[in-house]
Nanobody, 120 residues
Framework: QVQLVESGGGLVQAGESLRLSCADTGRTFSSYHMGWFRQAPGKEREFVAAISWSTISRYYADSVKGRFTISRDNAKKTVYLQMNSLKPEDTAVYYC?????????????WGQGTQVTVSS
């Protein structure tokens, strides 16, 4: 099982960058594909990006493609989301999870998330 703790959120201006981290306090991180999701106020949680357990494959939502980069360090049991050229519409609570590849169905319990606020 993965047990996830997100960090790195904050308040930034449009065009700036943030790097989110998600640490797994469980035992089997390297066996799972990992992903980032976000939930904006009044909206449903949506898929943002995923990286395969081997790090060979990455997939991004169209809304973040070219601006966000997902990576992982299996030795540190941590997945990262580098967010560049942030826009006000990126404002949301960001969560990591272990999704099923392709459907992006989240398989783990949700953590507390980390708030990202982008001002215009």
């Amino acid at each position: 099982q993965v047990q996830l703790v997100e960090s790195g959120g904050g308040l930034v201006q449009a065009g700036e960058s943030l790097r989110l981290s998600c640490a797994d306090t469980g035992r089997t991180f390297s066996s799972y594909h990992m992903g980032w999701f976000r939930q904006a106020p009044g909206k449903e949680r949506e898929f943002v990006a995923a990286i395969s357990w081997s790090t060979i494959s990455r997939y991004y939502a169209d809304s973040v493609k070219g601006r966000f980069t997902i990576s992982r360090d299996n030795a540190k049991k941590t997945v990262y989301l580098q967010m560049n050229s942030l826009k006000p519409e990126d404002t949301a609570v960001y969560y990591c999870n272990a999704p099923k590849w392709g459907s992006w169905e989240a398989l783990a319990a949700w953590g507390q998330g980390t708030q990202v606020t982008v001002s215009s």
